[in-house]
């Protein structure tokens, strides 16, 4: 369904504002507002010029007190706004709905968080010292409501940094209906706890008392008990983001952002790490490839975990233009109206493979290479060979792929399948799948597919994507179903967008497994029997390594 932006504009010119004493240059005002919304107050602080207009960078967070203490009065500052007031910009924080000093309830990322947003963004959008134009930035949540609010395309919306963020609250909870466990694939972080749940919001940052002594009005006053009284659908947000076997119910889809991503008109520059295991590239993929609309689209991916690289660029990464480079332009860009030669020379999309080269190309949606998954009457399993055997195994119900990697080939409590070398460097950019055809002992459980790299004459194996599948929503994420015990079916494995280049002598290695305790919460089935049988096959988004910039 589409959302709709609230016919509350007209309210907005209630807002409170409070000046308070700025700290900053004399030509800046440092002010503060509670600005009336359909679910409650949105409260925003900002710096902005004393005489004339500027364009305004919000930042809207659920974190308040990780930037500053509870003093509404306190001055909230960080890299962005010490960067672009000096440049003209007028800088704003805002909290969440539900969050900080905001009132409401927290939404978990749903139509009242966006819409609330938006509207946030439309009052500064239309404060007498401001040009009309209004970016975002922002890492992980404070991204995800960046692309929230823009499906929404309120009209003062210009331009949005979505940097690490959430698109899609079900795959940042589960991978299709499977919970995940772990957030990145070192070594150090293989060791499996769970990310993704509500706890933290309901309980921690959400629904928190207003300490701002100079606003304790009778209306927000009496708004808070009715919420505190309501619950702010807390068991609900509990409930869901604890499922052992979720469905993907209305209460997900209407959170599912990136279905509604060809509503966007502002620009967008997304950042995103195919190695951050904590919010998922699969987040930055659906979103960014349903972006039809978008006045422009750029997007800088690469090998890191979840950071942000404009405050804090990973060392070591060899970017063929400083991003700070493309941050500054993007918004002269679409906030002030000015571009350069230099800026529009900037490649749109900077995408760094593991083998440490940036390109100018995405092609996720190339066409797919399909390799048949076949085991011969007896031994190993093969990639893109034929054969009449199974590959059958016995799941402990708490396999791990730390284990696999060590010898992908072992196949001890798994199977395996080897491709043969490639002759020439070759790259997967995008997302794979593992079309399977099965046979199951239990009617439940769960299949890990992992992709390995493994060079000649090498016996442990480099992860290169992976997926995981519960079996009982094989065939919709909407309907649980059993399986058929013994019995032949089909069910589909989709593997996690990566950006890869696999060297020329290297072969690929597939395990097909009962569990993956380092990145799912394994479904407990000890001792159940599973055939993946001839006719299944590996697809994979193959072709050229392609030129790099420089």
């Given amino acids: 369904m589409r959302l709709r932006l609230p016919v509350l504009l007209a309210s907005l010119v209630v ?35 004393k005489t004339g207009k500027a364009p305004v960078i919000l930042h809207i967070t659920p974190y308040r007190y990780l ?10 500052t960080d890299f962005y706004r010490a960067r672009y007031n000096r440049d003209g910009y007028a800088y704003a924080y805002g909290d969440l709905l539900g969050t900080g000093l905001s009132g ?30 209004v970016g975002m930035v922002g890492t992980s949540y404070d991204g995800a409501i960046q692309l929230e609010i823009a499906t929404l395309a309120p009209k003062h919306l210009a331009a949005i940094v979505p940097q690490e963020p959430v698109s899609s609250w079900y795959e940042y909870n589960y991978d299709h209906a499977v919970t995940h466990n772990s957030t990145d694939d070192t ?32 209306e927000r006053a009496q708004q808070d008990a009715r919420d505190a009284a309501s619950g702010c659908g807390i068991s609900d947000h509990e409930l869901r983001g604890h499922y052992a076997q979720p469905e993907y119910t209305d209460f997900w889809k209407e959170r599912d952002w990136a279905l509604r991503a060809g509503n966007v008109k502002a620009a967008v520059l997304f950042q995103h790490g195919w190695r951050d295991m904590n919010t998922k590239p699969n987040n930055f993929t659906r979103y960014w490839l349903n972006l039809s609309k978008a006045a422009e689209k750029r997007a800088i991916v690469g090998q890191w975990e979840h950071t942000d690289i404009f405050d804090t660029p990973p ?70 060979v034929k054969g009449t055997g199974n590959g059958t195994f016995v799941n402990s119900g708490a396999e791990a792929s730390k284990r696999y990697k060590a010898n992908p080939t072992a196949q001890q409590g798994f199977t395996a399948y080897t491709g043969a070398a490639v002759r020439k460097d070759t790259r997967l950019a995008g997302s794979g799948s593992v079309v399977l055809r099965m046979t199951c002992s239990l009617p439940r459980g769960q299949v890990a597919a992992t992709l390995f790299d493994v060079g000649p004459e090498a016996t442990a194996g480099k992860v290169i994507t992976l997926g995981l599948l ?5 065939d919709s994420l909407a309907v649980a179903k059993d399986v058929p015990t013994g019995a032949p079916f089909n069910a589909t494995v989709t593997l996690r967008p990566q950006d890869y280049v696999l060297a020329a002598g290297h072969h690929l290695v597939l395990t097909i497994a009962g569990s993956d305790a380092v990145w799912g919460v394994p479904d407990a089935v000890a001792g159940q029997q599973i055939a993946v049988l001839a006719g299944s096959v590996l697809r994979l988004p193959l072709g050229t390594a392609g030129a790099v910039l420089g």
Avoid at 67 to 75: E, L
Avoid at 192 to 213: I, K
Avoid at 365 to 370: K, V
């Fill in 15 to 49: 807002a409170t504002a409070l000046a308070v004493p700025s700290h900053a240059a004399t030509e800046w005002v440092e002010e503060r507002a509670y600005v009336p919304t359909k679910y409650g107050e949105m409260y925003v602080d900002f710096v902005r010029p």
């Fill in 67 to 76: 930037y500053t203490d509870a003093d509404p009065g306190a001055s909230r």
């Fill in 104 to 133: 409401g309830c927290w939404n978990y990322g749903g139509k009242a968080e966006a819409e609330s947003g938006a509207a946030l963004v439309e009052w500064l959008g239309t404060r007498p010292w401001s040009n009309g134009k």
């Fill in 187 to 218: 070594s150090a972080g293989e060791t499996g706890y769970p990310v993704g749940t509500p706890d933290l919001f309901d309980f921690v940052l959400g629904t928190t008392p207003n300490p701002d002594a100079t606003h304790v009005t009778p």
């Fill in 315 to 384: 060392s070591g990464v060899p970017f063929p233009v400083p991003p700070l480079d493309v941050l500054d332009g993007f918004f002269a860009k679409w906030l002030k109206g000015r571009t350069s030669k230099e800026y529009e020379r900037f490649p749109k999309i900077m995408s760094e493979a593991q083998d440490k080269s940036f390109r100018s190309t995405l092609p996720m949606t190339a066409p797919q290479t399909s390799l048949v998954l076949a085991h011969p009457a007896a031994g190993a399993g093969t990639l893109g």
């Fill in 470 to 474: 519960d079996l009982r929503f094989r």
